[in-house]
C-alpha cells in the first residue's frame, strides 16, 4: 500500500463548522480581504479577468522566490525552448495565477446558476455510465489554476467527494470547506485512504492528482517532460485496485476569451491499473504531460515539482 495514505478511521467532513474564535481580531484582515474578494465575485467574469492578470503582474515584480521556482521549472521541463519563449509563457502563468483568485472567489459564491451561465462540459456520459455500472470514479486530474471551478462545475451534474489538505488557518479552513461543499458531498482528508475507498466502493466519484512532489515516500523516479528523475507517487494504482474503480482524465481550463470555463472528462483508461505500479505511474506521467500541454499557462508552475531527488546527497535542482 501506498505511504502517502494512512488507515485514519471515519475522518468525513460533511459541513462547514463555525466558531466564535473565527472572529478574533487577529483574523480581522484576513475577513477583510475575503469580503473585498466577495465584493469582486459580482463583476462581470471579464472584468474579474483583466484585474486578476494585472495582480499576477505585480506579483511577477514582487514574488521573486515564486518567480525564479517557476521558471526554473520550465527550464528543466522545455530545454527545447527559447528563452524569448519561456520568459513568455512565465508571464502569462502569472497572469492565470492572478485570475486564479477570481476561479476560486467565484467557484466557493457564485449562485448554481451563474455557474452554469460560464461553463461547457464534455464527457460527462463517462462518469455516468462507469457509476452505472456500479463501479466508483476516480478523476485523475491535475494543479491546473481554474482547478476550484472544475470542481464547482462538475457538481452541476453529479456531486462528487472532495480529497483535500486541511488548511492551517481556522478561517481559511472554515471558508474552503463551505465554499467546496457547495458542489460536493462531502471531503476527505488527503491521507485517509479508508473513506477514499468506502466512497469509490459506493460507488462514488473522487479528484486525485500525482503531479506534486510529495517527498520520498513510495515514491519512483520517472521521466516527467524534460527532467528523467522525477518523483513520482503511485497511489492511484493502490485506490483503483481497493477502491475497485475506473480511472477517468480531468481537464479544465479558462476560456482564451475570459467569458467561461470549459471542463473534459476522457473515457476510462483501459487496464488500468495494471500489475506494475512502475508502468501505472509512466502511464499516469504520461497522462499528466497530455493534460498539462492543453493549456501550460494555466498549471501551477510556482510548486518547487522537483525538490527530492533520487540521491539525498545530490546538488538541489532549484
Given at each position: 500500500?501506498?505511504?502517502n495514505f494512512q488507515w485514519v478511521h471515519d475522518v468525513?467532513?460533511?459541513?462547514?463548522?463555525?466558531?466564535?474564535?473565527?472572529?478574533?481580531?487577529?483574523?480581522?484582515?484576513?475577513?477583510?480581504?475575503?469580503?473585498?474578494?466577495?465584493?469582486?465575485?459580482?463583476?462581470?467574469?471579464?472584468?474579474?479577468?483583466?484585474?486578476?492578470?494585472?495582480?499576477?503582474?505585480?506579483?511577477?515584480?514582487?514574488?521573486?522566490?515564486?518567480?525564479?521556482?517557476?521558471?526554473?521549472?520550465?527550464?528543466?521541463?522545455?530545454?527545447?525552448?527559447?528563452?524569448?519563449?519561456?520568459?513568455?509563457?512565465?508571464?502569462?502563468?502569472?497572469?492565470?495565477?492572478?485570475?486564479?483568485?477570481?476561479?476560486?472567489?467565484?467557484?466557493?459564491?457564485?449562485?448554481?446558476?451563474?455557474?452554469?451561465?460560464?461553463?461547457?462540459?464534455?464527457?460527462?456520459?463517462?462518469?455516468?455510465?462507469?457509476?452505472?455500472?456500479?463501479?466508483?470514479?476516480?478523476?485523475?486530474?491535475?494543479?491546473?489554476?481554474?482547478?476550484?471551478?472544475?470542481?464547482?462545475?462538475?457538481?452541476?451534474?453529479?456531486?462528487?467527494?472532495?480529497?483535500?489538505?486541511?488548511?492551517?488557518?481556522?478561517?481559511?479552513?472554515?471558508?474552503?470547506?463551505?465554499?467546496?461543499?457547495?458542489?460536493?458531498?462531502?471531503?476527505?482528508?488527503?491521507?485517509?485512504?479508508?473513506?477514499?475507498?468506502?466512497?469509490?466502493?459506493?460507488?462514488?466519484?473522487?479528484?486525485?492528482?500525482?503531479?506534486?512532489?510529495?517527498?520520498?515516500?513510495?515514491?519512483?523516479?520517472?521521466?516527467?517532460?524534460?527532467?528523467?528523475?522525477?518523483?513520482?507517487?503511485?497511489?492511484?494504482?493502490?485506490?483503483?485496485?481497493?477502491?475497485?474503480?475506473?480511472?477517468?482524465?480531468?481537464?479544465?481550463?479558462?476560456?482564451?476569451?475570459?467569458?467561461?470555463?470549459?471542463?473534459?472528462?476522457?473515457?476510462?483508461?483501459?487496464?488500468?491499473?495494471?500489475?506494475?505500479?512502475?508502468?501505472?505511474?509512466?502511464?499516469?506521467?504520461?497522462?499528466?504531460?497530455?493534460?498539462?500541454?492543453?493549456?501550460?499557462?494555466?498549471?501551477?508552475?510556482?510548486?518547487?515539482?522537483?525538490?527530492?531527488?533520487?540521491?539525498?546527497?545530490?546538488?538541489?535542482?532549484?
Amino acid at each position: 500500500m501506498s505511504a502517502n495514505f494512512q488507515w485514519v478511521h471515519d475522518v468525513v467532513v460533511e459541513q462547514a463548522q463555525f466558531s466564535k474564535a473565527l472572529l478574533h481580531p487577529k483574523h480581522w484582515g484576513l475577513w477583510f480581504g475575503l469580503g473585498l474578494g466577495r465584493l469582486l465575485s459580482m463583476l462581470p467574469l471579464h472584468w474579474q479577468m483583466r484585474l486578476g492578470k494585472a495582480i499576477g503582474r505585480f506579483m511577477m515584480k514582487f514574488a521573486k522566490g515564486r518567480v525564479k521556482t517557476a521558471k526554473r521549472n520550465l527550464e528543466l521541463c522545455f530545454p527545447e525552448m527559447s528563452d524569448a519563449e519561456r520568459q513568455d509563457l512565465l508571464k502569462r502563468n502569472f497572469e492565470a495565477t492572478g485570475t486564479a483568485i477570481f476561479d476560486t472567489v467565484c467557484a466557493w459564491w457564485w449562485s448554481d446558476k451563474r455557474v452554469q451561465n460560464h461553463m461547457n462540459i464534455k464527457g460527462q456520459e463517462h462518469v455516468q455510465t462507469t457509476l452505472d455500472n456500479g463501479q466508483g470514479v476516480i478523476l485523475f486530474a491535475v494543479h491546473c489554476l481554474p482547478l476550484e471551478m472544475g470542481a464547482r462545475i462538475f457538481g452541476q451534474f453529479n456531486p462528487g467527494v472532495g480529497v483535500y489538505r486541511p488548511h492551517n488557518n481556522p478561517v481559511m479552513e472554515y471558508l474552503q470547506v463551505k465554499g467546496r461543499l457547495r458542489s460536493n458531498k462531502a471531503l476527505i482528508p488527503k491521507k485517509d485512504m479508508r473513506q477514499m475507498v468506502r466512497s469509490l466502493r459506493a460507488p462514488d466519484v473522487i479528484w486525485y492528482t500525482a503531479d506534486q512532489d510529495f517527498g520520498r515516500s513510495s515514491a519512483v523516479f520517472i521521466p516527467f517532460f524534460g527532467v528523467q528523475e522525477a518523483a513520482t507517487i503511485t497511489g492511484g494504482t493502490t485506490l483503483a485496485k481497493l477502491g475497485k474503480a475506473k480511472v477517468l482524465p480531468f481537464f479544465v481550463e479558462r476560456n482564451a476569451d475570459d467569458k467561461g470555463y470549459s471542463i473534459e472528462i476522457g473515457a476510462p483508461l483501459e487496464d488500468f491499473p495494471g500489475e506494475n505500479e512502475l508502468a501505472d505511474a509512466l502511464r499516469g506521467n504520461k497522462i499528466i504531460e497530455q493534460l498539462i500541454s492543453r493549456n501550460m499557462a494555466q498549471y501551477m508552475w510556482l510548486h518547487r515539482r522537483f525538490k527530492t531527488r533520487p540521491n539525498e546527497d545530490a546538488p538541489s535542482l532549484y
